[in-house]
């Protein structure tokens, strides 16, 4: 929001305001001097670097294909540019005995996806182990789940819209988690589990050597051997060591993953190593046993004959391995002790950061280079259901009226509500009548969005919400020192308070496809007079920009002008238009805008921009 609001002020009082978002406090004085002396009024520094806004193309996203089912595919050029989206068959294959099928919606990202991917070890093939969904279909054998259930767990070939599973490798979703969380969670607490329970028999008090520790299978260790009552010992890069402090770890148990300096701060020994490391790591680490201690190898690229391992460390014991060996029923047995961990507080959810599926190649790379904390997900672009309710605020909107006729005449939604303060207005009536002539039942809901009670009341009444789309809006135009905590309420209110409201309210409605925020091209502009509006826009796109990390649907549009009459725009004058045309941007026709709002609800983009540009 403040982004927002200082733009304003560097347009309307020129060289006066530098705006610099830093990630540290050290230096900045020092960046905004260098800033100042290139001429440069805006710039966020991260980890050193200096970003500016410009105005460019967007990145290159994967497209799906055409047909229901596809999946992530690596065509086997070395690269993460080799990855595609290809057709398969999971929506129509009959289901073998033990087997239901899954709509997808979320998937977790590991290193063997890394390793499959650039095609590091021949034979290994398979992207895609583990994720959370909604049951579709069922073999008739399968007992325990139905139809409609949300699962999550082992899933192979999980980067797509539909995957088939044996009914033994899911459980059942907490009901407080989301897709994205659940979809964290399998791989990194089974292997976890597997490597230091089942296969090194971790004991209390025994020392265990956890390498990669801010990773997601890292980070679950360190929880079940707190859990056990083992001495934790851990590595990570630097940067990340206040990740494993946070975690309980004091600095003489922490040592660089990056650097072999870790035998020596624990030169002691150590009972059992869980290790992802390769070379010259694992013989540091093989060094370090103790007699009868055990090296648990999770890692793919540098698997070590056991006969070798035998003849060089005749008193440990050396096992290299891969999940699925433990055979179904295992799985399903260590499932449920995890799940009943979770419930007693025993175990936590790990950070995660979400990419969209399109975003594959950047989500993988980013893996590869480590620069993550916990668990990387994927989330699958949602398939509306024209049968669940759409919600629209601002119903006396034109903008809202436009939009609620666009999704029932060309989308074919069926259920929608639109609040309103003032539901007995003409133009709602011509609306109700006009759509229930093409089958669609519309109600007007009386609602105050800037009145949190009265959404939740709402909300809760709605069994099939799958669309939110938050038109609402009020300008109260001033120069910056006209505003007063008023005028900002004014805007504020109705645009970013509500926004939040709705963003709380619908937590728990897992069918949520869409969330959509009507944003302003103003908070990105800084338009002159429009310091309180800006601000509440530019908070629309922090917000979607956050349920995207969190992996829940959000998309919030940078609208430009609509060549429309409405509430907002009457009282726009020819030198406000003309102001406008001064920094390239024109009015659009509805069908632009409509077009528009249909395109950006494919990007794989949480916020972005929908403006008709005049350039010259």
């Not at 096992?319 to 179904?328: H, I, K, M, N, R």
């Not at 975003?359 to 989330?379: E, M, N």
Request: charged share 15%; proline share 7%; hydrophobic share 40%.
């Amino acid at each position: 929001a403040v982004w927002g609001l200082v733009r304003v002020a560097q347009a309307e009082f020129p060289g006066r305001v530098v705006l610099v978002d830093v990630d540290t406090p050290d230096g900045w004085l020092t960046s905004v001097a260098g800033l100042i002396g290139a001429g440069l009024t805006q710039a966020a520094i991260r980890t050193g670097r200096v970003r500016i806004p410009r105005l460019v193309r967007t990145t290159t996203a994967l497209t799906p294909p055409t047909q229901k089912a596809w999946s992530l595919h690596s065509s086997g050029g070395g690269t993460f540019d080799s990855l595609t989206l290809t057709p398969r068959d999971t929506d129509t294959r009959p289901l073998r005995p033990g087997e239901i099928r899954i709509a997808v919606h979320a998937a977790g990202v590991n290193f063997r996806d890394v390793v499959v991917a650039l095609g590091m070890v021949p034979g290994l093939e398979g992207l895609g182990g583990e994720g959370a969904g909604t049951i579709i279909d069922t073999a008739p054998d399968v007992t325990g789940l139905t139809i409609g259930d949300r699962v999550f767990g082992l899933i192979p070939d999980a980067f797509g819209p539909t995957a088939i599973v044996d009914a033994r490798l899911v459980a059942p979703i907490p009901p407080h988690w989301t897709y994205a969380q659940a979809a964290s969670v399998p791989i990194a607490y089974l292997t976890a589990y597997y490597g230091l329970i089942e296969l090194a028999h971790l004991r209390p008090g025994q020392r265990v050597l956890i390498h990669a520790a801010t990773g997601g299978v890292g980070m679950a260790a360190v929880q079940i051997a707190r859990h056990i009552g083992a001495e934790i010992l851990a590595t990570a890069s630097p940067t990340k060591w206040p990740t494993l402090r946070e975690q309980g770890l004091h600095d003489t148990h922490i040592a660089s993953s990056r650097t072999l300096d870790f035998e020596q701060k624990f030169a002691t020994g150590v009972d059992v190593v869980l290790n992802s490391l390769a070379g010259e790591y694992i013989d540091a680490s093989l060094r370090l046993l103790r007699p009868g201690g055990a090296f648990i190898e999770m890692g793919k690229t540098d698997i070590r004959p056991t006969d070798t391992i035998t003849t060089t460390h005749p008193n440990i014991h050396y096992q290299a391995f891969d999940l699925p060996e433990a055979g179904p029923d295992l799985i399903a047995t260590m499932l449920r002790h995890i799940l009943h961990m979770f419930t007693n507080n025993q175990l936590h959810l790990p950070p995660k950061t979400c990419f969209d599926i399109r975003q594959a190649p950047d989500a993988l790379r980013y893996l590869s280079q480590a620069r993550h904390i916990g668990k990387i997900v994927l989330t699958i672009p949602p398939t509306p259901n024209p049968h669940h309710t759409t919600l629209i605020t601002g119903g006396n909107g034109t903008l809202a009226q436009l939009v609620a006729r666009h999704l029932v005449h060309h989308h074919g939604h069926r259920n929608l509500i639109l609040t309103t303060r003032r539901p007995n207005t003409d133009d709602l009536t011509q609306l109700v009548t006009d759509l229930q002539q093409h089958g669609a039942h519309i109600h007007i809901a009386t609602c105050d969005t800037t009145d949190p009670q009265q959404i939740h009341q709402l909300i809760n009444q709605i069994d099939n919400l799958g669309t939110v789309i938050h038109t609402t809006g009020i300008l109260d135009d001033a120069i910056l020192t006209s505003l007063n905590p008023q005028r900002l309420h004014t805007t504020w209110a109705p645009k970013a308070h509500a926004a939040w409201t709705l963003h709380q309210a619908t937590t728990n409605h897992h069918n949520l496809t869409h969330f959509i925020l009507f944003s302003s091209i103003a908070a990105t502009l800084g338009n002159p007079g429009q310091a309180n509006y800006a601000a509440a826009n530019a908070y629309l796109d922090a917000l979607a920009t956050w349920r995207h990390h969190q992996g829940l649907p959000a998309t919030s549009i940078a609208w430009g002008l609509w060549n429309t009459q409405s509430t907002m725009t009457t009282d726009l004058t020819t030198t406000h238009h003309n102001r406008l045309a001064r920094t390239g941007i024109t009015p659009m026709t509805p069908t632009t805008a409509l077009t528009l709002l249909d395109h950006a609800l494919t990007t794989h983009h949480p916020t972005p921009t929908a403006t008709q540009w005049n350039l010259s």
